[in-house]
């Protein structure tokens, strides 16, 4: 982990009798992007957090930018680009001032660059923060985080709030700041939001890694829920043909008033599901991507279970 942007071993972090972390280990290089992932409840923030100085770890050693954070104090996260996962914004004063107030605090920001981040999430600057969308204050956040390009960038669940377009843009920043050297570590709770965008991820669950890799490798992307309905007059031949292709197995087959109905979670590629349901007469059919912790659980069993990298 010699020269990673952000390392830690052994994290772990109790309130009272809960633990939060449960011995993470976390390498991130520099000039990447690095997802964490896991349901809500899995750890992301409190790592972020301790990461950044605003919780102490109860155990294990963390740094940041080659500096302990502890250490490093309001220099070192001049350094960093920190948007939090539950952004509160309030009162009367324009996004503008708030952000020339963070300027301010950061030291050696470029205001024109600011104006250029809003432009293009489409932000609009002289509003009141009081009277900003969610989406909109996740805009004033992301500008702030951005706005002094940092070596490192941490944003916990980013897009929150943003709709498809303005995702898109925010993708693109971070490809650019990839691109100028800027390492970036962001957590969120849903698939693909890191698929992509991210060189490698971790996959948390209950306070540990679970996975660990780059997503290619563990092959998230790879698993789809299915719900087609197929028309037949012979439900049961049709069901025992269905059965007997191997791009279905696994799935569930029932019959219904119209036919058959195969629902359940395929892994592997598209294009042998796809051609496969094409020999069958098929009346309506959904493929969708799974919520985060049915892939994981799929993916790598039980929660509990010790990590495995790919």
């Known amino acids: 982990m010699r020269g990673a942007a952000v390392e830690a071993v052994g994290l772990r972090k109790s309130f009272g009798s809960f633990e939060a972390l449960r011995g993470v280990d976390l390498a991130v290089q520099p000039g990447t992007v ?38 490093g104090g309001a220099r070192l996260r001049t350094r960093i680009g920190y948007l939090p996962g539950e952004l509160r914004l309030r009162g009367h004063t324009t996004g503008r001032r708030l952000l020339r107030f963070y300027a301010g605090v950061s030291g050696g920001v470029d205001a024109s660059h600011a104006e250029v981040l809003a432009e293009r999430l489409g932000l609009d600057l002289d509003r009141k923060i009081g009277a900003l969308s969610k989406g909109n204050k996740q805009k004033l956040g992301l500008v702030q985080a951005f706005m002094h390009r940092p070596e490192l960038l941490i944003l916990d669940e980013p897009t929150s709030g943003l709709d498809p377009l303005v995702q898109r843009e925010f993708h693109r920043m971070l490809t650019e700041a990839c691109a100028a050297g800027q390492t970036v570590l962001l957590s969120s709770h849903v698939l693909s939001e890191v698929q992509h965008t991210a060189h490698e991820v971790a996959v948390l669950s209950e306070g540990r890694v679970i996975a660990a890799g780059d997503v290619d490798t563990l092959r998230l992307r790879s698993l789809r829920r299915v719900n087609a309905g197929i028309a037949t007059n012979d439900a049961a031949s049709t069901e025992a043909a269905i059965r007997r292709e191997p791009a279905l197995a696994g799935l569930r087959v029932e019959p219904d008033p119209l036919g058959v109905r195969l629902t359940g979670t395929s892994h592997g590629d598209i294009g042998p599901l796809v051609a496969t349901l094409a020999r069958f007469e098929i009346r309506d059919l959904t493929l969708e991507e799974p919520d985060l912790e049915e892939s994981v659980l799929h993916l790598y069993g039980e929660r509990g279970m010790g990590p495995r990298h790919a």
Not at 50 to 63: C, F, K, N, Q, W
């Open 34 to 71: 690095f997802g964490l992932i896991g349901p809500n409840g899995s750890g992301k923030s409190t790592t972020l957090k301790i990461l950044l100085d605003l919780l102490r770890p109860s155990a294990g050693e963390v740094r940041v930018l080659g500096e302990s954070p502890l250490r």
